[in-house]
């Protein structure tokens, strides 16, 4: 079973950045795109980037836009995403994904890490 291990949540000030890690620790066929969602509380699982492993295409929420950015390693086998001009309503469980045919929707995913824990205070 595919393993996601997500790291580099915490709490950081409105304006502030991040970058959050997450392993792939198990190479599995098909894993066509690579993403993170996240989940405020109270709120359903939300898409925020994805990019594909093989040519880097990278997709973005449009709230994100232009704030975060979405990489990956695949020597490392790990997909990053770093977020700058952080705002209050950034805050949320950010987890990373995979899929074998890409989407914007959690559904297309199939697998998934245990979430990592963004705050930022206003």
């Known amino acids: 079973q595919v393993q996601l291990v997500e790291s580099g949540g915490g709490l950081v000030q409105a304006g502030g950045s991040l970058r959050l890690s997450c392993v792939i620790r198990r190479k599995i066929a098909n894993q066509y795109v690579m993403g993170w969602f996240r989940q405020a509380s109270g709120k359903e699982r939300e898409f925020v980037a994805a990019?594909?492993?093989?040519?880097?295409?990278?997709d973005y929420a449009d709230s994100v836009k232009g704030r975060f950015a979405i990489s990956r390693d695949n020597v490392r086998n790990t997909v990053y995403l770093q977020m700058a001009s952080l705002k209050p309503e950034d805050t949320a469980v950010y987890y990373c994904?995979?899929?074998?045919?890409?989407?914007?929707?959690?559904?297309?995913?199939?697998?998934w890490g245990q979430g990592t824990q963004v705050t930022v205070s206003s």
């Open positions: 994904a995979t899929s074998a045919s890409g989407g914007r929707s959690a559904a297309d995913f199939g697998s």
């Open positions: 990019i594909t492993r093989r040519t880097g295409v990278s």
